[in-house]
């Protein structure tokens, strides 16, 4: 099964969720007026788009019916669907890894699926010729280096730690070390997850960042945030919270597939300038690919 079907099948929760409450509105459609609108922009906040997404699409539609005469109801569903197209193509979701090495420094809470998501990058770019190196600076946690170890040797790549509890900008700067004499393409490191209120972690990772700045300071860099997709409207509230915190240059959505609340895609697209830069769908180790926001939004509305 290709990722798309992948996808498709992995939305079928969130698209359940959201086609009945759009089409329950389109089935009462009498005209393009107020109380149809109000009706349609309520569907769109219980679908998890979030009230400043929907209030913004709602308005784009609005416009649009008066401009293009638009009064059936075939063309109001066709409109609202190109409109929410083009909340979910707003940013570009190419990752940046120009420079060899390149970084990718993964954050986020515990719980995310942030050790697993590492894992299954390191695979995506290791199955497309790169040379990974995988970094374990959450030296803390209990088993954290060992499960992060576990997924470094299901993808076959190679893995740097330390003791635990060693500090973990110091594992950065000898695992950096490594990946410079050793010429490696990608080094992905794992953080501690951490909550943005917790000062000494946020400081943790503000040191990490210093290390890397001076030890490759031309090298490609993406600070990662993995949100759980089950979490639904709390992947916005957690983004925009993390990255006032800390440089985050993109998201990793996970468990997009085990949630009906994949609908606040639409609300990270539309109120984040961070994009998205991957989506898993699934637990197994393919499960994560680049996101491409049309294939979302033809997986979201195709039956």
Same mark, same amino acid.
């Given at each position: ?213 001076? !030890?490759?300071? #031309? $090298? =490609?860099?993406?600070?990662? *945030? @993995? %949100?759980?997709?089950?979490? /639904? ?7 925009? !919270?993390?990255? #006032? $915190? =800390?440089?985050?240059?993109? *998201? @990793? %959505?996970?468990?997009?597939? /085990? ?45």
């Amino acid at each position: 099964m290709g990722f798309f079907e992948r996808l498709k099948n992995g939305l079928s929760k969130t698209k359940e969720a959201f086609n009945d409450r759009v089409n329950e509105v389109m089935a009462n459609f009498r005209k393009v007026d107020e109380e149809f609108l109000e009706s349609l922009e309520e569907a769109l906040i219980l679908s998890d788009v979030g009230v400043t997404t929907a209030s913004s699409i709602i308005g784009k539609l609005r416009n649009r019916a008066k401009l293009e005469k638009i009064e059936d109801k075939d063309a109001i569903q066709k409109a609202l669907i190109e409109e929410i197209e083009k909340e979910l193509t707003k940013n570009n979701s190419e990752v940046n890894l120009n420079t060899k090495p390149s970084i990718i420094m993964m954050v986020g809470v515990n719980g995310a699926g942030k050790t697993t998501s590492i894992g299954k990058i390191a695979n995506l770019y290791k199955n497309n010729g790169n040379k990974v190196l995988c970094v374990a600076a959450d030296t803390f946690r209990a088993a954290a280096i060992e499960q992060l170890e576990v997924w470094a040797n299901r993808a076959g790549v190679d893995f740097f730690r330390k003791e635990e509890g060693s500090d973990p900008a110091s594992v950065v700067f000898d695992g950096i070390k490594k990946a410079k004499d050793e010429n490696y393409d990608i080094v992905i490191i794992d953080t501690a997850g951490r909550l943005h209120t917790k000062k000494n972690l946020m400081d943790e990772l503000s040191k990490i960042q210093r290390i890397i700045d001076r !030890e490759l300071p #031309e $090298a =490609s860099q993406e600070v990662l *945030l @993995v %949100l759980d997709g089950t979490t /639904g409207q709390n992947m916005i509230v957690q983004a925009k !919270e993390f990255s #006032e $915190a =800390s440089k985050v240059t993109g *998201l @990793v %959505l996970t468990k997009v597939d /085990g949630s009906a609340k994949g609908g606040a895609v639409i609300g990270i697209c539309s109120e984040m300038s961070i994009p998205i830069k991957f989506i898993g769908v699934g637990e197994k180790i393919d499960d994560l690919q680049n996101f491409n926001a049309s294939e979302f939004a033809k997986a979201l509305f195709e039956s």
